[in-house]
């Protein structure tokens, strides 16, 4: 049951209604047997492994809590690793670590066949068993009291607007909000369906339909060079963050309905003049768990610069394994690890100095990275969008074959391509939109502005709004969600 599906345009109201309807006391039974059977939609087969990993983390984390012992908490928290990232391992790494070990014996002449398990990926599985494994190891450290009432922990879980793709939400966050008595909140709840519809829009008219392009030259890169490839490199960057950031506006806007508020997971990350600043406001909720739970306990900047780099670089690799069993994530991941490291040691990166005070010249410097950064995330997009690092390596080597006759490489790519300049130009006209609430949404919450505008100029634009998200849909397909894979 995808957001973008018929059949969440019915379940979602219908669940709207009952759970204000519903005793206050007794609402988390209506979220519970709600958020199962949304996961019963979408992976049928799985729902016992979600309920096994709430079952894991919920009792070990009691058993933590309730121990004197030093070593028996720890015994505990070590369990509820291995047994949540062996489950992990198994249905998500298992084969590609098979088959890596295996090419690389064979590549010794040492024969082998790989050994491979025929298995589904769980869907959510990457988020909700992150979700759990944060929340044994705070009460492991004491920032969190092990929750007692299962029910609520249950719904903590398996939360339904979050459990496919995040945001990843702490448990001190969460449960506070799922055990209070909540009223229901009109300004709450409509500025709820403001953000679902922002999503949808980033979704289903910028990212559906850039998709169409970057799917054509992805699915057969040695037929093109060029204009067509650059195209696509581009339109890849400004996909991924629509569809995801889509994804999340949708699942903060429709926890609001319920009157729970979701972390923040992206800030206008475009807009950063830095790869750190970048991985500051791109799926926050994500990579402030990694800060958290890998960076920091490697020793974060507290140790030398070399260690410091290393850790850095140690945490992007894992970020990228977490994204999938390719080596293109874990180069992905790698690469935007050591980018960071030449970066800081621009005067502008570094504390106290003279240059970080003058706005005048900070404000210059920030007009020149800022793009430089979107190109170099982008770059490495590539890498994340390829099937092969050598398919990356094959776009960054072909993306500007034959530039030098600018005209012709435009107009060569465009035949090549199948689409006319106006097409070319339509599909790009929503980027408009997107590039001004982004540049707004760096100092102000433009969905607030917009709300605080007199009726005949804020309604026009929720009109045009839903518009161009019915305009541009495909009545009866429900296109995939990219983070839902992982």
């Given at each position: ?88 391992f198994l249905f998500k790494y298992f084969n590609f ?295 990356g390596f094959f776009v960054l080597t072909h993306m ?87």
């Amino acid at each position: 049951m995808a957001f973008n599906s018929f059949a969440f345009a019915v379940f979602l109201p219908v669940v709207f209604l009952l759970y204000w309807a519903f005793p206050r006391r007794h609402r988390w039974i209506l979220l519970l047997a709600a958020s199962y059977y949304f996961y019963l939609s979408w992976s049928p087969q799985y729902v016992l492994l979600v309920f096994f990993t709430t079952v894991l983390s919920y009792g070990t984390a009691l058993l933590i809590e309730r121990s004197d012992s030093r070593k028996k908490k720890k015994l505990y928290l070590l369990t509820a690793l291995f047994v949540s990232l062996g489950i992990l391992f198994l249905f998500k790494y298992f084969n590609f670590f098979s088959s890596s070990l295996t090419s690389f014996l064979q590549s010794l002449s040492i024969p082998v066949q790989p050994i491979t398990l025929k298995l589904m990926l769980p869907i959510g599985i990457s988020f909700y068993t992150f979700q759990t494994l944060s929340y044994v190891i705070d009460v492991y450290r004491g920032d969190v009291k092990a929750e007692r009432h299962f029910g609520i922990y249950a719904v903590f879980v398996s939360f339904f607007p979050q459990i496919v793709a995040g945001p990843i939400t702490r448990s001190h966050v969460l449960i506070p909000q799922l055990k209070k008595r909540r009223r229901f909140r009109y300004k709450q709840a409509t500025y709820g369906i403001k953000q679902m519809a922002w999503g949808f829009f980033k979704k289903i008219v910028i990212a559906d339909g850039l998709s169409v392009y970057v799917n054509q030259v992805y699915g057969d890169l040695p037929q093109y060079a060029g204009f067509p490839i650059l195209l696509a490199v581009v339109f890849f960057s400004i996909q991924i963050y629509c569809d995801f950031s889509g994804y999340s506006d949708i699942a903060i806007g429709t926890a609001k309905l319920f009157g729970i508020d979701l972390m923040t997971n992206f800030k206008s990350p475009y807009f950063s003049s830095s790869i750190k600043e970048f991985w500051g406001r791109w799926h926050i909720s994500l990579s402030t768990w990694f800060r958290d739970y890998v960076y920091i306990p490697l020793g974060g900047n507290r140790v030398s610069p070399l260690r410091h780099w290393m850790n850095v670089i140690i945490t992007f690799l894992v970020s990228g394994l977490w994204h999938g069993a390719n080596w293109t994530y874990i180069f992905w991941g790698f690469l935007h690890g050591l980018l960071q490291i030449p970066e800081s040691f621009l005067p502008w990166n570094q504390k106290n100095h003279p240059i970080r005070s003058k706005k005048t010249s900070m404000f210059f410097i920030r007009l020149v990275m800022v793009p430089i950064t979107f190109i170099v995330v982008s770059l490495v997009w590539v890498f994340f969008r390829a099937e092969s690092i050598q398919d990356g390596f094959f776009v960054l080597t072909h993306m500007f074959t034959g530039i030098s006759d600018f005209t012709t490489y435009l107009t060569s790519g465009s035949v090549r391509l199948s689409i006319s300049a106006a097409h070319l130009l339509w599909t790009c006209f929503p980027l408009i939109f997107l590039f001004f609430f982004d540049l707004f949404s760096v100092k102000t919450n433009v969905i607030k502005a917009i709300s605080r505008q007199r009726f005949f100029i804020r309604w026009p634009i929720y009109i045009l709004l839903l518009l161009a998200i019915l305009l541009f849909s495909e009545k009866g397909v429900a296109t995939e969600f990219i983070y839902a894979q992982f």
